[in-house]
């Protein structure tokens, strides 16, 4: 047996998610995010593609946030967003999954948010603007406790909901998905081989928005539960 390994500074823990009815927990490895996924939110954007290739990005895991956390404003922007978004956890994956094969591999299904830092202080705006910023930054991910398959199937309609402080922002139907679960799951497996431990953020409707300091976010999704998270004090203002 390998000698339990010694590290030289403190060794990050092992982010994870409840599991409904289960006391097991679910590991996160990587957390896959899927932008521009419904036509509205597109056309919010000042889009109008609807199938073009699904635009892929990732946030790093520890960013994740369990239900009933706080989520700090974050540093260098004062317009900061929510976008409730469907999420997706796997069992198990590889490269090259088929769409018809793409189910079998999920665990099961949950609430998140891609919270986003919709514009950047003091960074140009533009082609070139730095995607990583706006999208990839610390606790940046809450995620709801995950359902599993054997309890809600696999939700291809559902309302999905957000209130900000008890009023509705976003209010749609994950039937209006450009990209289907099984489309998200085949295409990422082409450039990337999914494992047990991953998370797909399927991308979020129209109706997102800035919040503010002591905002209660609550997310939504038909047979999935809630998903809680206050807004607490900038990152700058609480060092
Ligand atoms: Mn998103």
Not at 21 to 30: A, I, L, M, Y
Not at 126 to 154: M, N
Not at 187 to 212: A, F, H, K, N, Q
Request: aromatic fraction near 8%.
């Amino acid at each position: 047996m390998k000698p339990e390994a010694t590290f030289a500074v403190p060794a990050p823990e092992q982010p994870s998610l409840p599991v409904v009815g289960s006391d097991k927990r679910f590991p996160v490895r990587r957390i896959y995010c899927i932008g521009r996924n419904y036509v509205a939110h597109v056309r919010e954007m000042g889009g109008d593609e609807t199938r073009d290739f699904p635009l892929v990005f990732q946030k790093p895991r520890d960013c994740v946030v369990q239900d009933g956390g706080t989520v700090p404003y974050p540093p260098k922007t004062n317009d900061f967003h929510f976008e409730l978004e469907l999420m997706v956890v796997m069992k198990s994956g590889g490269y090259d999954i088929p769409e018809a094969e793409a189910l079998s591999h999920v665990f099961g299904y949950g609430i998140c948010l891609d919270m986003t830092r919709r514009t950047l202080l003091d960074t140009a705006e533009g082609p070139r603007s730095p995607w990583e910023l706006k999208k990839s930054f610390d606790l940046s991910a809450p995620c709801g406790p995950v359902y599993p398959v054997e309890q809600v199937g696999h939700p291809a309609t559902g309302r999905i909901k957000l209130e900000v402080d008890g009023k509705a922002h976003q209010d749609s139907d994950l039937g209006l998905m450009i990209w289907r679960t099984p489309e998200i799951i085949s295409t990422l497996s082409r450039y990337y081989s999914l494992e047990p431990g991953d998370v797909i953020m399927t991308g979020t409707p129209d109706g997102v928005g800035p919040v503010t300091e002591g905002n209660v976010l609550v997310g939504s999704i038909d047979n999935l539960g809630t998903l809680t998270v206050t807004i607490g004090a900038s990152v700058k203002a609480a060092a």
